[in-house]
């Protein structure tokens, strides 16, 4: 059964850091491309971050300098590391692998002093 279980979120003030892991199973992670998305009430879902199963990395614009997204195969778990959060970036983040339609339940990060 894949699965995929998103941790880390929280409250942080702006200009803050925070790392998101999210763990997954029930595929071979390390054949597929992992994904970041994040979801606001206004703007709905959007693509934050991809790795790719060669390790290259494609991030949104807007968090360019601000993100890195890495895996660990042997733990099955990719990693979101955001840090200068600003306002904006609060949202429910979700990972999930490329071609399923899975989703887990998120994980909610909010910027705010």
């Known amino acids: 059964q894949v699965q995929f279980v998103e941790l880390g979120g929280g409250l942080v003030q702006p200009g803050g850091s925070l790392r998101l892991t999210c763990v997954a199973s029930?595929?071979?992670?390390?054949?597929?491309?992992m994904t970041w998305y994040r979801r606001t009430p206004t703007k709905g879902r959007e693509f934050v971050a991809r790795i790719f199963i060669d390790r290259r990395t494609s991030v949104v614009d807007s968090m360019k300098d601000r993100v890195t997204i890495s895996r660990d195969n042997a733990k099955n778990t990719v990693y979101l590391d955001m840090n200068s959060l600003k306002p904006e970036d609060t949202a429910v983040y979700f990972c999930q692998g490329d071609g399923f339609s899975v989703w887990g339940l998120g994980t909610r990060v909010t910027v705010s002093s």
């Open positions: 029930g595929f071979t992670f390390e054949s597929y491309n």
